[in-house]
């Protein structure tokens, strides 16, 4: 699973509200595809912008990531770069373009079921739980005594 990072939390939430707000989504369109909508609030990137971007290299999201090399120069790496610095994985960036992610789907609403990559409603559904397991996470990181600490004297 992701690193947790504050920044992927928001962004995956941003993301969903895009996509409920009635944002164009295509699957099969680098830029309006589950990871291009990532991309599109992690980069600030249109969606049109992305494509150019994701056509420098070849293959799918799950491909692309695979085949990302953090030397290189390439603008393709500039939008697998932004996806790494919010805490992803190329395995998480397969996970995403396919809603595969078995702890993602076991803490669905309802419970665990299978999502299709290609409804967006279940990407919606993906992201805000993905959001909310990271966190949870990232409280449950958190000593309960540091919430309770005195932050001084009134007066």
């Not at 999201?61 to 932004?82: D, F, R």
Request: glycine share 8%.
């Amino acid at each position: 699973m992701a690193t947790i990072r504050l920044e992927l939390i928001s962004a995956l939430r941003q993301a969903a509200a895009n996509l409920r707000n009635g944002a164009y989504y295509a699957w099969g369109h680098h830029g309006g595809c589950n990871c291009g909508h990532l991309l599109q609030v992690v980069t600030r990137l249109s969606k049109e912008e992305i494509l150019q971007y994701a056509h420098s290299g070849t293959g799918e999201w799950t491909e692309i990531a695979e085949e990302y090399c953090s030397v290189t120069n390439v603008p393709l790496g500039l939008l697998m770069s932004k996806l790494q610095e919010t805490g992803l994985t190329p395995t998480d960036i397969h996970n995403i373009e396919y809603l595969e992610d078995r702890a993602v789907l076991n803490a669905l609403p309802g419970g665990f079921r299978w999502l299709k990559r290609n409804q967006r409603e279940d990407v919606i559904v993906y992201f805000e739980t993905y959001a909310q397991l990271l966190e949870d996470k990232l409280l449950a990181q958190v000593p309960v005594e540091s919430l309770f600490e005195p932050i001084g004297e009134l007066a």
